[in-house]
């Protein structure tokens, strides 16, 4: 998943990259302009991923139908980052597609031990856009501003 955040040093986004309040066109240009031929979003949860805005975009344009040629929505799957594994780190969009016992849409990881697991974790992911998709939850307006992070306090 890409975020402005990870762009090389000295490089950044005005917060107007999609200058609009369509929410539906915002979905449609994530989509054209960032996503290309992709079908796995792959989130990276830090200590304060839950409260940036650009997060939730990209979340609820990954679960939307219709992106290239009108295809299924992408898979959705989560790599935790933080030492501590709290459910305060996670995005609200991301959290309400997650299930403990598997019938959710999305996936929770932990860091892989190599990259054959995390390939296994793609495939298993790509496999249930398939079989799951009547499980996603995206009803959610997007967010329209960062919010208070939940772990450290501060609005980033």
């Known amino acids: 998943m890409f975020t402005p955040n990870m762009l090389a040093e000295g490089q950044r ?41 650009y997060v939730d975009w990209e979340i609820k344009a990954s679960l939307q139908r219709g992106g290239i040629g009108g295809q299924l929505p992408h898979a959705l799957m989560a790599i935790n980052l933080c030492k501590a594994n709290s459910s305060k780190s996670l995005p609200s969009r991301l959290s309400s597609n997650l299930k403990d016992d598997g019938n959710g849409y999305g996936y929770f990881y932990r860091y892989p031990n190599n990259a054959q697991e995390l390939k296994g974790w793609i495939e298993d992911a790509f496999k249930k856009r398939t079989t799951h998709s009547g499980q996603i939850l995206n009803p959610n307006d997007m967010m329209k501003y960062n919010s208070r992070c939940n772990v450290c306090g501060v609005t980033h």
């Open 13 to 53: 986004f005005s917060d107007d990259i999609i200058n609009s309040t369509n929410p539906q066109y915002v979905m449609q240009q994530i989509r054209r302009r960032y996503f290309g031929h992709s079908t796995v979003t792959i989130v990276l949860i830090g200590d304060c991923t839950h409260s940036r805005r």
